[in-house]
């Protein structure tokens, strides 16, 4: 059974610092890996996707890495803004049957003016 | 460009009572997929169904049922309501055969159980 963990649970950052939230899954053969953010009580906003085959993904700010042989992601966020604060998902897709999908257990960011 | 439609958006039922949650998938995807997401936790996958058909079963209590239609729109019903079952519920579509298979969420609809 696949079981993703995101390291830290929480954190709290001054605007304008780069930060690094880190995302593990304990079943490497995975499908593709997505990151979302979610705003308190709002719907899932998906960020990036990283196919299996794929080792980094770019969105404006934003740069995620997968590293699959050792189970792990990352999601880089650069020059922080109080917007960015919200709770970000890291969700593994299995390759096996129809692919669902395995949530992590999030990071609550903070972003300090 | 469209998107995942869930209804209602909000839901506010009594123990016991019945509930069900549409979704309307994204023109063209075939599978669907539901999520529960109960207070300061991760979503849970719960069903999903590709071509009409149930194609993987997640944690989804015997009090619930779903399907998907003709016009590939879903329902999840939930029956017997418990307090536990208030949560977000998520439904997001995806086609199977695309290059990416990537699932698109919905907004999610908010049941309330009192």
């Known amino acids: 059974k696949q079981e993703v963990t995101q390291i830290p649970a929480a954190l709290s950052v001054p605007e304008g610092e780069n930060l690094v939230l880190n995302c593990s899954f304990t079943?490497?053969?995975?499908?593709?890996l997505q990151w979302f953010r979610q705003d308190p009580g709002k719907g899932l906003t998906s960020l990036l996707l990283i196919q299996s085959s794929q080792r980094e993904q770019t969105s404006g700010r934003l740069n995620a890495s997968l590293d699959k042989s050792s189970g792990r992601s990352t999601l880089y966020i650069a020059a922080s803004q109080p917007g960015d604060s919200a709770t970000y998902l890291c969700a593994v897709k299995g390759t096996g049957g129809y692919q669902k999908v395995t949530f992590g257990t999030g990071t609550k960011l903070q972003v300090i003016p | 460009a469209a998107g995942v439609i869930q209804s209602p958006r909000h839901l506010i039922k009594e123990k016991r009572e019945t509930a069900t949650l549409k979704c309307y998938p994204i023109?063209?995807?075939?599978?669907v997929y539901w999520y529960q997401q109960g207070p300061g936790q991760d979503p849970q996958f719960l069903i999903s169904f590709y071509e009409k058909m149930q194609s993987d079963k997640g944690s989804i209590p015997d009090r619930f049922s779903a399907q998907q239609f003709s016009d590939y729109h879903s329902e999840l019903n939930m029956s017997s309501l418990e307090l536990g079952d208030s949560a977000l519920y998520f439904c997001?579509?995806?086609?199977?055969?695309?290059?990416?298979?990537?699932?698109?969420f919905g907004p999610g609809t908010r049941l309330t159980v009192l």
């Open positions: 997001a579509s995806s086609r199977l055969a695309g290059t990416y298979n990537e699932q698109f």
């Open positions: 079943d490497s053969a995975i499908y593709n």
């Open positions: 023109p063209r995807h075939d599978t």
